[in-house]
């Protein structure tokens, strides 16, 4: 039988934080490895236990879960963890700025507890969690603040093939319904998806979305 999956909690509504750790400790594949209530205690613990995924609220005292996100699992960590953000607000300027921070994805902390198992789940496994229509409109809402100031793309390492998937995938659209958009294989878009995340250096789709948006292709 395989390890559990390690879990740090790091909210500062304790009421909140009991019940989360109470749902992931029934499960027999999951464990929670510690919690806390502010970001500065998350990061300091994460370094301690190294857990398999952060379970990081956002608005904490002493540091934010943004900021903690980005010491956690930003561009230049040399072992990032896995940071899964719960919030209350679907459409916070915060979220977003939490997804381009290095969170591999992000739930309501209103969602069923079954989904919040299959976030941590999904995470643990390398994959990203995004709810497509969500993270179209939260990152088509914000991300025209943070285009080049020129207003013109940078130059983008795809070919026109790889630029059509990406777009799609900024659009929301999942393997399967790319696929069929381009008459392919899914085996096909799982390569496309690959080389393009490879080439920019991206960890996941969370991360092609935010991209796509900065560089102003799509909007």
Known sequence: MSAPVRILVCDDQILIRTGLVTIIDAQPDLEVA??????????????????????????MPVLDG????????????PHPVKVLVVTTFNLDEYVYEALRAGASGFLLKDAPPDRLLHGIRTVASGAAL???????QLVGRYAARIRPAEGTPHEVPLTPRELQVLRLIADGLSNSEIAVALVISQETVKTFVSRILTKLQLRDRVQAVVYAYRQGLVT
């Open 66 to 77: 943004i900021e903690a996100t980005r010491l956690l699992a930003g561009s230049g960590v």
């Open 130 to 136: 995004l709810d497509p229509e969500v993270t179209r």
């Open 34 to 59: 510690g919690e806390c209530g502010d970001g500065q205690t998350a990061v300091d613990l994460a370094g301690q236990l190294r857990p398999d995924v952060v379970v990081m609220d956002i608005r």
